[in-house]
């Protein structure tokens, strides 16, 4: 990478107009230009993802320049691939960062960055569903591990406070000991450092901190990273879990009682069972650390009550 008149060139080139081909060891500078523009380790590892296969779409497919065409061009090869609208719409999100980024910094003009940022999505009708887990297979799903291992009510105290707690994987696996604290007369989750760098605490029902109580006295855990990767042998390391590893249990045992969730659905059944136990939608979403009540009404699906819906009330039968 070298520089000119306080401008970057990622290919040792002077900046230029076009986006040429370019070698695979040079493709990562590029790609390291807008990750470290985002604070989110989540949204960094999709930029990654998203902006390599846009570069190898590009090398494979002989594109020679960097423009509106060219991006609408790899919008109908995801299409053409069967990618779905959401998918599309967030690999250009990416694309479009990975554009201003270069206009700043000389490579392109910004005009061209603009034009790029014009570049339609497609367009999405309704809202997706998601999934969830009914009351009983919650129920199941936290009585899946052996608690006659460490492993065991390491992985009953993960799915309790992702069923308790309404956590995401990366804030799960980013609690520490001093994160339980006691407050007005009832354990909560202190100061957790959530999506967009957002601070809430989040309320703990006795269950998930009797499950992390017993996982804690048999690990010997009194202080630094609460969920921690294991070795063989049922020994604890000293270093925290990752969120893939925290996927990995979810879906482990997920598995077992013939489902296909993901901790993201974990954290929208606690959603689902807190609105139909009549808990005030404003402290779902303090919980969830929503940004608007409106947020959590479409998280929940609020609006479309599945239990008492107009076909059950149309009078019709077979």
């Given at each position: 990478?070298?520089?000119?008149?306080?401008?970057?060139?990622?290919?040792?080139?002077?900046?230029?107009?076009?986006?040429?081909?370019?070698?695979?060891?040079?493709?990562?500078?590029?790609?390291?230009?807008?990750?470290?523009?985002?604070?989110?380790?989540?949204?960094?590892?999709?930029?990654?993802?998203?902006?390599?296969?846009?570069?190898?779409?590009?090398?494979?497919?002989?594109?020679?320049?960097?423009?509106?065409?060219?991006v609408q061009a790899?919008?109908?090869?995801?299409?053409?691939?069967?990618?779905?609208?959401?998918?599309?719409?967030?690999?250009?999100?990416?694309?479009?960062?990975?554009?201003?980024?270069?206009?700043?910094?000389?490579?392109?003009?910004?005009?061209?960055?603009?034009?790029?940022?014009?570049?339609?999505?497609?367009?999405?009708?309704?809202?997706?569903?998601?999934?969830?887990?009914?009351?009983?297979?919650?129920?199941?799903?936290?009585?899946?591990?052996?608690?006659?291992?460490?492993?065991?009510?390491?992985?009953?105290?993960?799915?309790?406070?992702?069923?308790?707690?309404?956590?995401?994987?990366?804030?799960?696996?980013?609690?520490?000991?001093?994160?339980?604290?006691?407050?007005?007369?009832?354990?909560?989750?202190?100061?957790?450092?959530?999506?967009?760098?957002?601070?809430?605490?989040?309320?703990?029902?006795?269950?998930?901190?009797?499950?992390?109580?017993?996982y804690m006295v048999a690990g010997a855990?009194?202080?630094?990273?609460?969920?921690?990767?294991?070795?063989?042998?049922?020994?604890?390391?000293?270093?925290?879990?990752?969120?893939?590893?925290?996927?990995?249990?979810?879906?482990?045992?997920?598995?077992?009682?013939?489902?296909?969730?993901?901790?993201?659905?974990?954290?929208?059944?606690?959603?689902?069972?807190?609105?139909?136990?009549?808990?005030?939608?404003?402290?779902?979403?303090?919980?969830?650390?929503?940004?608007?009540?409106?947020?959590?009404?479409?998280?929940?699906?609020?609006?479309?009550?599945?239990?008492?819906?107009?076909?059950?009330?149309?009078?019709?039968?077979?």
């Amino acid at each position: 990478m070298s520089t000119n008149a306080g401008r970057i060139s990622l290919w040792g080139y002077e900046p230029m107009t076009e986006l040429t081909v370019v070698s695979t060891d040079k493709i990562q500078p590029i790609i390291n230009l807008v990750c470290n523009a985002v604070t989110s380790d989540h949204t960094r590892r999709a930029y990654s993802r998203t902006l390599t296969d846009f570069m190898a779409w590009y090398a494979g497919a002989g594109q020679t320049g960097f423009s509106k065409a060219t991006v609408q061009a790899h919008v109908a090869a995801l299409r053409a691939s069967g990618a779905s609208a959401s998918s599309i719409n967030q690999r250009l999100t990416a694309i479009r960062k990975l554009a201003y980024e270069l206009a700043d910094n000389g490579i392109i003009d910004q005009s061209q960055a603009q034009a790029i940022s014009r570049a339609e999505g497609i367009r999405r009708e309704g809202k997706r569903l998601g999934n969830w887990l009914n009351q009983e297979q919650a129920q199941r799903l936290i009585q899946l591990p052996d608690v006659a291992t460490v492993k065991g009510l390491r992985d009953r105290a993960i799915l309790a406070v992702l069923l308790g707690c309404g956590l995401r994987r990366e804030e799960c696996a980013s609690l520490s000991v001093s994160h339980i604290q006691q407050r007005e007369g009832r354990w909560i989750i202190v100061d957790l450092v959530g999506k967009r760098s957002k601070t809430r605490s989040v309320p703990m029902p006795s269950w998930a901190k009797y499950a992390i109580d017993c996982y804690m006295v048999a690990g010997a855990i009194t202080e630094g990273p609460l969920f921690r990767s294991m070795r063989k042998g049922d020994h604890l390391q000293p270093g925290a879990m990752t969120p893939q590893a925290i996927f990995d249990v979810v879906r482990s045992y997920a598995q077992q009682i013939g489902v296909e969730v993901r901790p993201h659905d974990l954290r929208r059944t606690f959603a689902k069972l807190a609105h139909k136990g009549s808990a005030p939608i404003e402290q779902i979403q303090l919980s969830l650390g929503h940004s608007s009540i409106q947020t959590t009404e479409r998280y929940i699906g609020v609006q479309q009550d599945m239990s008492n819906a107009p076909c059950d009330v149309i009078g019709l039968k077979l």
